[in-house]
């Protein structure tokens, strides 16, 4: 399992990151942020695969991927 978080202030809302989930679990909030734009979230973490994908596609680097190792 993984942990996604976004850094909603600086996020543009560009849709990137949604169009590059596998997982199809990311989605533009309907809150708008501080910038006018609506921020990216998840809606589904327990199905985040911990990819990373969507933070690697980010052009504002405002997605962080933390993926929980399983113990031995």
């Known amino acids: 399992m993984a942990t996604v978080t976004f850094r909603e202030e600086r996020c543009k809302g560009c ?13 533009l909030a309907e809150h708008i942020n501080a910038m ?13 695969k911990g990819c990373a994908m ?14 929980e190792e399983k113990p031995a």
């Open 54 to 67: 969507c933070a690697r596609m980010c052009p504002d680097v405002v997605i962080e991927v933390v993926k």
């Open 36 to 48: 006018g734009f609506h921020p990216a979230t998840v809606v589904e973490m327990d199905k985040c």
């Open 15 to 27: 849709e990137l990151c949604i169009a590059v989930c596998p997982e199809k679990i990311i989605i």
